[in-house]
């Protein structure tokens, strides 16, 4: 079990919060530039199987057609082919579907080869057995964290008010991360609940959806600013650089892309610092925007200021360290 990392006192990043940046003394991150090709995970990907019949957001009824593009399989074989592109060797998968069946399913990706690291799961927080549930999900080592899909549920507020306090006990106990699957509308209530339960490591997955294609004068703009600014600041959450690109007007090249979120990256370092920013693709949802190796090369120049202890710690040293994933092979 390497639970133990990431348990590391979330507490602590949080007193510190966005002060000084402590990654050039962790030991996985020291050398740096070097090392940094080798050291490289993808925080953020899905696989899935349309036949297994539990992801309703991407088949059912109201799923619409901007999801045609990925209403498909994606396999092992496609996520090894655009991670070995990009020189990554090992990726974080995250479930698509609210089933323990489909979480089963990707621990068994864990189990065939080390390109998946590790797994981000589901139970049903809810649930009056949702202990137990999550204590046999968690005998699997490869089961890093577990991810409630609250950007579809219909309470902004679920997650402080659902959630059994034998649930919560239980990612405790077996040391689970908890990913934020979150809009700029739910960060008020994620404030509350991390607050609550500072042992519980959290990570907020694609910079919580900021609304760039929004106009400047959306609502959401001042929500997202304030829920972020609040959580880098009184939480020990950690925050991905991923989803990004289908979050933004369409752009043509890395370059523009790159231009378009960099005072996003400014903010995000200022409130998080960068030993608490992951790198993640959100693939295969991001290639409705671009494809793999583009969301890559845009990264790389925005993260080109960087010194190199900082870029390796974004693009993958965080990551191990968070989700307490095995070194590489
Ligand atoms: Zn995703």
Redesign the pocket.
Known sequence: MTHDAAAAPPGDDAAHGAAPDRTAQDPATRDGGAQQGAHRIDA???LWRLARGDYGWLTGEDSGDALAPIRRDFELADLAAVTRRAGIHRAVA?Q?APTVEETYFLLRFARETPLVAGVVGWADLSAPDAAATIAALAADPALKGLRPMLQDLPEDDWITRRPTAAALAAMKAAALRFDA?VMPRHLAPLLRFLTAHPDLPAII??AAKPALAAPPGDPRHALWRAGMAALGRETGARVKL??LLTEMPPVTSAAEAAALLRPLLADLLEWFGPSRIVWGS?WP?LTLAAPYALWDETTTLLLADLSPDNRAAIQGANAARFYGLEDAP
Do not use: E, K, R, Y
């Open positions: 953020h990907c899905h995250v698509a699957l997955d694609h991923s989803g959100d949802v």
